[in-house]
């Protein structure tokens, strides 16, 4: 199948199908669909050096990941958000350049994609408080999109971000109405953005009911099942332990759950959890019914959601930036009850 045969059997010019197919603006968006649909029915695969030679660009997206097996970004969920990238990029016809860099080659990393004209557009993982990584893509001039924002720094450029703050003091708030007074918090570093401002949101709503933030009750760490496990262990085996814990990753409740198991005590009963659910495809949070009560929200779709940002940006060229805030559901499931009397 080639370009003209597919062109016959839509009945459409050779250049309004190429057209359809790179995304350019003036094509409508029910002829693009329709070409997009013939294309997969009939698999018509674009050569995509032509493409690259017809509208001058890579086609390709970046995404620049730290080696360091302790970054934060480099864990399971990563994977659904590129599985949602990868699906938007692919319909777009756009592949997708990984490049693994030492933590302290980020920068040049970026530099050199730009010099190269390797990509055509970047989407950032993890961002920090104070990221120096939006300001060095402004300078060097490639469309980006950031997967989360920064703090006191989310203007001038495009965005996607959950609603940390609110959804960490509704979970909070929702232990505090079943009774529980002493919570712990397990976060991921608070140097990372989304982890600052769930503290925030768990800080205000045990504030608001006269309950003293107690730092020996907060926790900020690599989100792993073993350190849920660990901390929980020692908090556990406190002379007055937590009755509750908020987590901010599902791998950490799992730790949590094991910990608690292992202490001889039942979740849901003796101690209440609350996680954050990415609602990854492959590690469901129960079926009908929960297994942990949690705020969620699709990474997947998130990642979906990026790269659509991002290649409307590129085919249009707006430089407008787009920003999305979205509301994280909250789940009730039967990891959380009354707290219990002591």
Excluded at 46 to 71: D, E, F
Excluded at 109 to 118: F, N
Excluded at 129 to 138: E, G, I, T
Aim: aromatic share 6%; hydrophobic share 40%.
């Amino acid at each position: 199948m080639n370009l003209k045969s597919l062109s016959d059997i839509l009945g459409l010019s050779q250049t309004t199908v190429s057209r359809a197919l790179n995304g350019y603006p003036e094509v409508s968006e029910k002829t693009r669909l329709k070409v997009l649909a013939a294309a997969r029915k009939h698999h018509y695969s674009p050569n995509t050096r032509a493409q690259s030679l017809a509208t001058g660009r890579a086609m390709a997206i970046g995404h620049v990941i730290p080696m360091s097996n302790n970054h934060e970004m480099v864990n399971p969920i990563f994977g659904d958000f590129i599985a949602g990238a990868g699906v938007a990029y692919s319909n777009a016809g756009y592949d997708m350049l990984l490049s693994i860099v030492q933590d302290d080659d980020e920068e040049q990393a970026y530099r050199r994609m730009a010099a190269r004209g390797s990509v055509d557009g970047i989407i950032v993982h993890g961002p920090r408080k104070d990221d120096p990584r939006v300001a060095l893509l402004q300078e060097i001039g490639l469309p980006f999109v950031v997967h989360g924002r920064m703090m006191g720094n989310d203007k001038g450029y495009s965005w996607l971000d959950i609603n940390n703050t609110r959804s960490f003091k509704r979970a909070t708030d929702l232990l505090l109405d079943l009774g529980h007074r002493r919570i712990a918090l397990l976060n991921g570093l608070e140097t990372m953005d989304f982890a600052s401002r769930r503290r925030a949101g768990f800080v205000e709503a045990i504030s608001e009911r006269g309950i003293a933030p107690d730092p020996s009750l907060m926790f900020s760490t690599e989100m792993t099942e073993q350190f849920g496990y660990d901390i929980s262990r020692k908090l556990l085996a406190d002379d007055n332990p937590p009755t509750a814990i908020i987590t901010s990753s599902y791998l950490m409740a799992i730790g949590i759950r094991r910990a608690i198991g292992r202490a001889g005590l039942l979740m849901g009963r003796d101690v209440s959890v609350v996680t954050h659910d990415d609602d990854l495809s492959y590690l469901r949070n129960g079926d009908s019914i929960p297994t942990f009560t949690a705020t969620r929200s699709s990474v997947r779709d998130a990642g979906s959601q990026c790269a659509k940002i991002l290649l409307q940006s590129i085919t249009s060229g707006s430089t407008q930036p787009v920003q999305e805030l979205w509301e994280a559901e909250l789940m009730v499931g039967s990891s959380t009850g009354p707290a219990p009397q002591r």
